[in-house]
């Protein structure tokens, strides 16, 4: 049977600093990376989009500073950061260009993949990069993040990436190669191969934080977990210890499947739909109607009429002239906005607002049609 990894179309791989940075030297691992950069060159060649997300950048840099051993205060943990990140960014940067890959570096917080119109242009950036061929690499911006470096690793915002980028898979490489009953090891440890929901049972297996450079343990690959699977996206845990990592999964390793219900696009579309309540409505003509019914996005020459007090990243309504909703989605302009550029050709929307925004009020990616309205 065809690996669940290898049938994947876009992945989101995350690598802890205990797999990329050498405790004793505090250097980057270079040929561990090395593997790594070379099985993500085979799932591209496969026709895989891949989206990293690597810590590294405290663990670098604290050894740059010359700080001490053990738990750093949050100011030094920022500070390592922005030392740390310089290096993270070169050797990602020249790994992936030994196998003609183009790194871009991109800094978030949680809050970036949360509050929707950070989210409408950290997606947008991605996608983006994706089409241009470029591997977006993503780190937690440590540097002015204040709860996320207390609480733990970027596990929960590589799910997060997972989720705004309808990721079909997150591969979290651990120093485990899986989730096990109770501690490795101990009297009756049982492996577990597959999870197809996270139930109070599953979150009971979750231990401490395991790794001495890291700050994530199983608590928050299982939070990862409940991310993922909510947003339709395959996750796996797996041992990062060996080399060739992906390739290993790929073969058929032992390691942790969390399998989705829902593919990504159907539950981003339940998400559009039923979860967020629209604020305004963009009254569409009936070549608009013909468009959408073919998939395409809501350009601004097919809108007659904007109702409603909304801003960029809100949910609005989709309804033609008669009233009836068609679709749902988030528009990518202020309802002012909006207003000014209905009826317009794309290529008029710089002249009108004075800047050169995006060519959609609604892309199709961040839509929803009702089912069965257009039919």
């Known amino acids: 049977m065809t690996s669940r990894l290898a049938k994947a179309r876009r992945i989101v791989v995350k690598i802890g600093s205990a797999l990329l940075v050498d405790g004793k030297t505090g250097a980057i691992k270079a040929s ?17 989009e891949i989206i990293i997300v690597s810590s590294g950048a405290i663990a670098l840099g604290r050894r740059s500073l010359g700080l001490p051993k053990g738990k750093l205060k949050l100011e030094q943990s920022q500070a390592a950061a922005a030392v740390g990140q310089i290096a993270l960014a ?14 871009a570096q991109v800094l978030v ?23 241009q061929g470029a591997v977006p690499v993503i780190n ?11 609480y733990g690793d970027n596990d929960r915002l590589a799910a997060r990436v997972a989720s705004m980028m309808s990721a079909d898979c997150l591969v979290l490489l651990s120093d485990i190669d899986g989730l096990y009953s109770a501690p490795p090891g101990s009297k009756g440890a049982r492996f577990i191969s597959e999870v197809l929901s996270i139930s109070p049972e599953i979150e009971a297996m979750a231990g401490k934080p395991i790794s001495g450079l890291g700050s994530g343990g199983m608590i928050t690959k299982i939070e990862a977990g409940k991310i993922a699977l909510g947003a339709g996206c395959n996750m796996v845990i797996a041992s990062g210890h060996e080399r060739h990592p992906l390739r290993r999964v790929v073969d058929g390793a032992r390691c942790t499947w969390f399998l989705a219900s829902a593919s990504a696009l159907q539950s981003r579309k339940r998400w559009i739909a039923g979860t967020l309540q629209p604020t305004g409505r963009l009254v569409v003509d009936d070549g608009a109607v013909a468009a959408l019914s073919k998939g395409k996005s809501l350009l601004p020459a097919g809108v007659r009429r904007v109702d409603g007090s909304f801003t960029r990243g809100d949910t609005v309504s989709i309804v033609t002239a008669r009233g009836h909703e068609i679709a749902r989605g988030l528009v990518a302009y202020d ?41």
Do not use: C, P
Request: glycine fraction near 8%; avoid cysteine.
């Open 90 to 103: 070169q050797a990602w940067s020249e790994a992936l260009r030994t196998r003609n890959m183009v790194a």
């Open 140 to 150: 937690e911006n440590d540097t002015v993040a204040t709860s996320e470096i207390r």
């Open 335 to 375: 309802a002012g906005d909006a207003a000014r550029i209905a009826g317009l050709k794309s290529g008029e929307i710089e002249k009108v607002l004075g800047f050169r925004g995006r060519d959609e009020l609604v892309h199709r990616d961040d839509m929803v049609l009702m089912v069965g309205e257009l039919t």
């Open 32 to 48: 561990w990376l090395s593997s790594l950069i070379d099985d993500l060159a085979d799932l591209r060649v496969g026709g895989a």
């Open 109 to 131: 917080t949680l809050t970036d993949t949360e509050e929707r119109r950070r989210y409408l242009n950290a997606r947008a950036t991605l996608a983006t990069l994706l089409d």
